[in-house]
């Protein structure tokens, strides 16, 4: 079995300041990674994956995030924020093998202030 | 561009009514997956498909039908048996067989009123 756990439903921060969500995960056998930002009425978009190559991943909008396996963490950052970062973010988690298997944390709001 | 399309964008039902939200993709994608969104609460599997013609009962599967006709096509059915359908639904698709390291694709969605 599988899970994640989002440590915080809200996080707020100041424009230009660093961004961290934290996603915690478990699994039984080595985990596939994905965060996933949502905006307001509309559908997920992958902004990084991980899936056992480098632990440190970079994705799109200068977002990272770390795979920590003694941690079993996966914790989404960016070194400064801009206001169109506003979302929602999901942490996800598969295993490789099974195409169907993929756990959703119950997600992140981001809210950026001027 | 390939994507994932979903309509309507904005759907009410009646009570007793049974309503249909249509997913559409040109990705070429084998998988397809119907998700429930709830104010507060992640992504819940409904239904998933990893095949024309055939597909499987996720997590929250009562009172919801699919189809699986055609590759490019999985049509979600909200049935009067669901008591509680406002929610905001996801179409996703993803590449088939055993890759679960291949992310999902996701449609904009259909957000589901009852009147």
């Known amino acids: 079995a599988q899970s994640v756990t989002q440590l915080d439903s809200h996080v707020s921060v100041s424009e230009g300041t660093p961004v961290l969500l934290r996603c915690n995960y478990s699994?039984?056998?080595?985990?596939?990674l994905f965060w996933y930002v949502q905006h307001p009425n509309k559908g997920l978009q992958l902004l990084l994956k991980?899936?056992?190559?480098?632990?440190l991943v970079k994705g799109i909008n200068g977002f990272e995030a770390e795979f920590k396996k003694s941690e079993t963490s996966f914790h989404l950052t960016k070194p400064s924020a801009h206001m169109s970062d506003a979302a929602e973010y999901f942490c996800v988690v598969s295993v490789l093998w099974n195409n169907n298997d993929m756990r959703f944390g119950a997600g992140t709001r981001l809210t950026v202030k001027p | 561009d390939g994507g994932i399309t979903q309509s309507p964008k904005y759907l009410f039902r009646k009570e007793g009514q049974n309503v249909t939200l249509s997913c559409e993709q040109n990705?070429?994608?084998?998988?397809m997956y119907w998700y429930r969104q709830d104010p507060g609460q992640g992504l819940r599997l409904i239904y998933y498909s990893q095949i024309v013609n055939d597909f499987q009962k996720g997590d929250i599967a009562e009172g919801y039908s699919v189809s699986r006709e055609k590759k490019e096509s999985f049509p979600l059915t909200v049935t009067s048996a669901q008591k509680n359908p406002t929610a905001f639904y996801l179409c996703?698709?993803?590449?088939?067989?055993?890759?679960?390291?291949?992310?999902?694709?996701f449609g904009d969605g259909t957000r589901l009123s009852i009147l």
């Open positions: 990705l070429n994608h084998d998988a």
């Open positions: 991980y899936t056992s190559a480098a632990t």
């Open positions: 699994s039984s056998y080595s985990p596939s």
């Open positions: 996703a698709s993803r590449p088939g067989g055993a890759v679960g390291n291949q992310p999902q694709h």
